[in-house]
């Protein structure tokens, strides 16, 4: 009944900064680690980012480890990205995601799936 619904994505220039917001809609989805994860056409869905549901603990790949910020407000069900220094490297769709916990997170564990937002980072 849960689903992810998200936004921000678009195209942009080399340098330029996006944000990414996943709101849960249907239900909340209370003590639930949050994260994000990337996939390029031809290639194996890559995680890039991670958060426990307090907010503590974040976990970056290390392409994106000191350009993007992931953030949660459990409040509100909700994950953010925020995508800085953004590079050609980094267009994909991306994906936000909710598990049942920060340890472990992994494709696996997902419980509930965004459906997807396309970034473009090109001159």
């Known amino acids: 009944q849960v689903q992810l619904v998200e936004s921000g994505g678009g195209l942009v220039a080399p340098g330029a900064s996006l944000r990414l917001s996943c709101t849960a809609s249907?239900?909340?989805?209370?003590?639930?680690?949050m994260g994000w994860f990337r996939q390029v056409p031809g290639k194996e869905r890559e995680i890039v980012a991670a958060v426990a549901w307090h907010g503590a603990s974040p976990w970056y790949a290390d392409a994106v480890n000191g350009r993007f910020a992931i953030s949660v407000d459990s409040a509100q069900s909700a994950t953010y990205l925020q995508m800085n220094s953004l590079q050609p490297e980094d267009t994909a769709v991306y994906f936000c995601?909710?598990?049942?916990?920060?340890?472990?997170?992994?494709?696996?564990?997902?419980?509930?799936w965004g459906q997807g937002a396309q970034v473009t980072v090109s001159s």
């Open positions: 249907g239900g909340t989805l209370g003590r639930s680690a």
């Open positions: 995601a909710a598990a049942p916990s920060f340890a472990n997170f992994q494709e696996r564990e997902i419980r509930y």
